[in-house]
């Protein structure tokens, strides 16, 4: 069964750096890039950028450029999302996908 | 940078065929995907490049595009079929990725 299993809520407070993963599983994780997605409180879906785990290519979203970094490590089949310095607006869910397979959801509060 | 737009709502009664536009300027080059999200789940991929349907969903749903339009049809939908459902595609440098708005559709 073809498989993303991300890691486990997170709260965290403004200025403190954060990454989150997601495992591939059931499949070649270097066929198909990992997309990041967010989605606010009662807000629709927002792509973020994506990587290609077979060579850690790179595509962003100008609204995420600068703001988050996306990185993979192939030999653990685990992509990853990171922040230096959270902020309130920060607070999401945040799904990692292939187009037909979506992980369960990481939730990030950031709160004082 | 790149949009995809779509109805912020449509309502059907139960039966009734429901259609969920999205609009981008380069969508006759590009793919449209289409998800569902019901609420406090993760989207599921309900149509994949314009009109393709995965296994396990419903032959009640199709998909088409025309031009700047893309198109999701929901024939004889059913109460089950009320979610949050989203376009997504590219620009045309294949780099950039967009999600439609979101597209509230309500069965009763």
């Known amino acids: 069964e073809v498989q993303l299993v991300q890691s486990g809520a997170e709260v965290k407070k403004p200025g403190e750096s954060l990454r989150i993963s997601c495992k591939g599983s059931?499949?070649?994780?270097?066929?198909?890039?990992i997309n990041w997605v967010r989605q606010m409180p009662g807000k629709g879906l927002e792509w973020m950028g994506r990587?290609?785990?077979?060579?850690?290519?790179?595509n962003y979203s100008p609204s995420f450029q600068g703001h988050v970094t996306i990185s993979a490590d192939k030999s653990i089949r685990t992509a990853y999302l990171q922040w230096s310095s959270l902020k309130a607006s920060d607070t999401a869910i945040y799904y990692c996908?292939?187009?037909?397979?979506w992980g369960q959801g990481t939730t990030v509060t950031v709160s004082s | 940078s790149y949009e995809l737009t779509q109805p912020p709502s449509v309502s059907v009664s139960p039966g009734q065929t429901a259609r969920i536009t999205c609009s981008g300027d380069?969508?006759?080059?590009?793919?449209a995907y289409w998800y569902q999200q019901k609420s406090g789940q993760a989207p599921v991929l309900v149509i994949y490049?314009?009109?393709k349907r995965p296994s396990g969903i419903p032959e009640r749903f199709s998909g088409s595009s025309s031009g700047t339009m893309a198109t999701l049809t929901v024939s004889g939908a059913q109460v089950e079929d009320e979610a949050d459902y989203y376009c997504?595609?590219?620009?045309?440098?294949?780099?950039?990725?967009?999600f439609g708005g979101g597209t509230k559709l309500t069965v009763l």
């Open positions: 996908a292939r187009k037909d397979v």
């Open positions: 490049e314009d009109s």
């Open positions: 997504y595609s590219t620009d045309s440098s294949d780099n950039h990725w967009v």
């Open positions: 990587i290609d785990p077979s060579d850690s290519r790179t």
């Open positions: 380069a969508l006759p080059k590009k793919y």
């Open positions: 059931g499949y070649s994780f270097t066929s198909y890039w």
